[in-house]
């Protein structure tokens, strides 16, 4: 069983940062993938970015490549997703998930298992 809680969520103004963090309670965290996702009002959950076990491989949506980075800390169980130059269509629910398989990111899937409940990231223009 995996718990996820994100937190780091906000309210920041175009071309600004934040980073996200989400927090694992399972004794397995390194044997597992990472995924972000968000959910902007009104349309669907969508992939954001994704990192191997081992923090070597990510892949991320052409959406948000340069400006946002995945990375994990096993040690601390956690996963971080740095996001700079913010823009107003960043303005959704992060939500991460867990999936034992990295190719389920690299396929713009989620893993269906595991999910925090997200944190809310709002870009004011």
């Known amino acids: 069983q995996v718990q996820l809680v994100e937190s780091g969520g906000g309210l920041v103004q175009a071309g600004g940062s934040l980073r996200l963090l989400c927090a694992a309670s399972?004794?397995?965290?390194?044997?597992?993938?990472m995924g972000w996702f968000r959910q902007a009002p009104g349309k669907e959950r969508e992939f954001v970015a994704g990192?191997?076990?081992?923090?070597?491989?990510?892949v991320y949506a052409d959406s948000v490549k340069g400006r946002f980075t995945i990375s994990r800390d096993n040690a601390k169980k956690t996963m971080y997703l740095q996001m700079n130059s913010l823009e107003p269509e960043d303005t959704a629910v992060y939500y991460c998930?867990?999936?034992?398989?990295?190719?389920?990111?690299?396929?713009?899937?989620?893993?269906?298992?595991?999910w925090g409940k997200g944190t809310l990231v709002t870009v004011s223009s």
């Open positions: 998930n867990a999936d034992p398989y990295y190719s389920t990111y690299e396929l713009g899937r989620y893993g269906m298992h595991y």
């Open positions: 990192i191997s076990w081992s923090g070597d491989s990510t």
């Open positions: 399972t004794r397995t965290f390194g044997g597992y993938a």
